[in-house]
């Protein structure tokens, strides 16, 4: 069926670079779509979300971008820091519909 | 403001024995309420959501079931657990009109199970 994927099971970057984590969505219909950050051990935290009548969307230190042209979704993030280490999920929702889609996550590891 | 409580954190349980997850939201009303599973290393499957006290949706076929007693309370139970429902489990919520305009999911720190 239809589903959200990552292209990057892990990525690894010093501190201090910008980090880039792609999400690759299949469902054309979608029109909403969120990141969000796991810590080990805790639920998902929101970090971003954007709508499909969009391209862009900053928030502190964070950007996504939606290029609904090729159904591709990323999130930047700047200055990464340690604790910017965790795994990150897209996820992705159909206006009319109750439910999200999550991909697999990426695990974003910051070295000091 | 909104928070959402789990518990317990951690529980393990025999194979065969029952149970229960309890999960309440402080802070707002008539919120959409959703479980899911998380396998280790996976992403996250959604098991129930409710729209209101005594509504539940359903999306997989399995051994759990889910309650709304009270409108900002949503329990995840089942007779006899299986080998296969280890899993992190998580429960989140959304505004009440989440459901046909897009909304983010918020989530509580979930409940790491595991069957013996």
């Known amino acids: 069926g239809e589903s959200v994927g990552l292209h990057l099971p892990t990525l690894s970057v010093q501190e201090g670079d910008n980090s880039i984590i792609n999400c690759a969505y299949s469902?054309?219909?979608?029109?909403?779509f969120i990141w969000y950050k796991q810590e080990s051990g805790k639920g998902p935290q929101f970090i971003i979300d954007i709508r499909s009548n969009m391209d862009k969307r900053q928030g502190q230190r964070v950007t996504v971008l939606l290029n609904k042209t090729v159904k591709h979704l990323s999130l930047q993030i700047a200055a990464t820091q340690p604790g910017d280490s965790a795994v990150y999920f897209c996820a992705e929702n159909k206006q009319g519909y109750s439910t999200l889609t999550f991909g697999k996550g990426t695990m974003l590891l910051v070295s000091p | 403001s909104q928070t959402i409580h789990q518990w317990p954190a951690t529980l393990v349980q025999p194979v065969g024995s029952p149970l229960s997850l309890e999960c309440t939201v402080e802070g707002t009303s008539n919120p959409n309420l959703y479980w899911y599973r998380q396998a280790a290393g996976r992403g996250l499957q959604l098991l129930f959501y409710?729209?209101?006290?005594?509504?539940i949706s359903s999306e997989v076929p399995q051994n759990l079931s889910a309650s709304r007693p009270q409108d900002r309370q949503f329990i995840l139970s089942s007779k006899k657990l299986l080998l296969s429902d280890s899993g992190f489990y998580l429960c989140?919520?959304?505004?009440?009109?989440?459901?046909?305009?897009?909304?983010?999911?918020?989530f509580g720190d979930g409940t790491r199970l595991s069957i013996l």
């Open positions: 469902n054309s219909a979608s029109d909403y």
């Open positions: 989140a919520w959304s505004v009440r009109q989440a459901l046909y305009s897009n909304q983010p999911q918020h």
């Open positions: 409710s729209v209101g006290i005594g509504q």
